[in-house]
């Protein structure tokens, strides 16, 4: 299916609980508009909770851009298991505009991994199994920690795998989603530090090259090493 029908199918979407979701008028909304309507699935993924476990692994095969369309869904996946959870059951610790915020984070990555779903169809991976098990998600201090893991990795992961990507109109839709996460990362950086928003000299080890002003750029092995930590569902990658 092609982009430009991905879109104007996300468009058709009910949008009366769209606005029941999405209201608020943060710059996190406003974030999500922007990425050429991708928010929009995410109305119907308001109920989306569960994501079963399976046992049959994955392959990423980088021979061609669908390769690379199913490494960002794993990462699309990874992402939204983690915020679903979040918004679910937020920390004690959290105040009433960060749940809000977070709650927009997550309806961000479920329209990014139901963007993918669609666009990948029948070609896509398996739904991963997820292990969060090494984050306290009652403690405000470690969901931040990981939060701000996941978004610096994620801009790492789309920086990096550009240059694989051949049809200029996903090239496109990936640049859209990238900035998207990058303002996640800046919000949820300058949560965990304030001010800390624009300090690329700690994302060094993520390939950022903060003399320059420009963010970091991982490939593909070096992401799903840092990933790999949270995913059950074993991955193999070809065509690297």
């Keep these: 299916m092609k982009v430009k029908e ?18 608020r008028r943060s710059f996190l909304q406003f974030a999500g508009a922007s990425a050429a309507g991708l928010a929009l699935v995410a109305a119907g993924c308001r109920k989306d909770r569960n994501f079963p476990p399976i046992s049959t692994g994955a392959t990423l095969d980088f021979k061609d851009d669908f390769g690379v369309l199913n490494y960002a869904y794993a990462l699309e996946q990874l992402e939204a298991a983690f915020y679903v959870q979040v918004a679910a059951n937020p920390p004690s610790g ?6 809000a915020y977070f709650q927009d984070i997550q309806f961000h990555e479920l329209a990014h991994r ?30 931040l920690a ?4 996941f978004e610096d ?26 900035s998207v996460e990058a303002r996640h990362a800046s919000y949820i950086r300058d949560l965990v530090s304030p001010g800390s928003f624009a300090n690329l000299s700690t994302l060094t080890a993520l390939g950022a090259d903060s003399a320059n002003a420009l963010d970091g750029a991982l490939t593909p092995d070096k992401v799903l090493a840092m990933a790999g930590k949270f995913i059950k569902t074993k991955i193999t990658v070809i065509n690297l």
């Design 6 to 23: 991905l879109e104007k199918e996300n468009e058709l979407l009910d949008s009366s609980l769209m606005k029941s979701a999405l209201g």
């Design 146 to 149: 990981a939060a701000q893991g």
């Design 153 to 178: 990795l994620g801009v790492s992961a789309y920086n990096g795998a550009g240059v694989r990507i051949n049809d200029p109109k996903y090239l496109t839709v990936a640049g859209k989603i990238v």
């Design 94 to 99: 959290f105040s009433a505009a960060e749940k």
């Design 114 to 143: 139901e963007f993918f779903k669609k666009a990948l169809d029948t070609a896509r991976i398996p739904d991963l199994e997820v292990d969060f098990s090494t984050i306290k998600f009652n403690d405000r201090t470690s969901v």
